[in-house]
């Protein structure tokens, strides 16, 4: 059974990489276009803010994505995001490698995400969790459910539980 992710069992210091999907996640999901084809996605500032908090605690954070956006990359360099892995197609292989480049333990990780293409990073670690709009066999698959809507201060919850349990505030 999954670890699951709450004030009360969560494993304090143990988790020291936070793994972000992008789209659905970090972002709402929605992409808006321009008649000329430019895109643009929208952001929440609180949710940039819990990374960025969450960082300075000494907790990494890596973006994981099957994107490939300028946007992605401006949106990580935003927030002191060292790491973005994009146009992943095999998200459980790049988890993998992600933790044994940094000689890390799956007890070690989070990965949060929305979509199927998330459930193979899933697999990779102990703690997981999704939106509440993520499709339904991601969240039949999250450790813990956010109350926040993706995009909407999803990440800035798992941010400050991992902080909270870790101490912080």
């Given at each position: 059974?999954?670890?699951?992710?709450?004030?009360?069992?969560?494993?304090?210091?143990s988790i020291k990489l936070l793994m972000l999907d992008v789209d659905g996640t970090?972002?709402?999901?929605?992409?808006?276009f321009s008649a000329d084809g430019l895109v643009m996605k929208r952001f929440d500032v609180r949710?940039?803010?819990?990374v960025l908090l969450l960082q300075e605690s000494g907790v990494e954070v890596v973006f994981v994505t099957?994107?490939?956006?300028?946007?992605?990359?401006?949106?990580a360099r935003r927030l002191q995001v060292a790491q973005c892995e994009m146009n992943c197609m095999d998200k459980g292989?790049?988890?993998?490698?992600i933790l044994a480049d940094r000689g890390l333990s799956r007890a070690e990780a989070c990965y949060m995400g929305d979509d199927v293409n998330?459930?193979?990073?899933?697999?990779?670690?102990?703690?997981?969790?999704?939106?509440?709009?993520?499709?339904p066999e991601v969240r039949a698959a999250a450790g813990y459910i956010t109350r926040a809507s993706?995009?909407?201060?999803?990440?800035?919850?798992?941010?400050?539980?991992?902080r909270q349990a870790q101490g912080g505030c």
């Open positions: 059974m999954r670890n699951c992710l709450s004030m009360n069992n969560f494993p304090s210091a970090l972002s709402d999901g929605g992409m808006y949710d940039g803010k819990g099957a994107d490939d956006s300028p946007i992605t990359t401006a949106r292989e790049t988890v993998r490698q998330d459930l193979a990073a899933f697999a990779e670690v102990d703690y997981t969790v999704a939106p509440p709009e993520a499709v993706a995009g909407h201060g999803a990440v800035r919850e798992v941010c400050d539980l991992l």
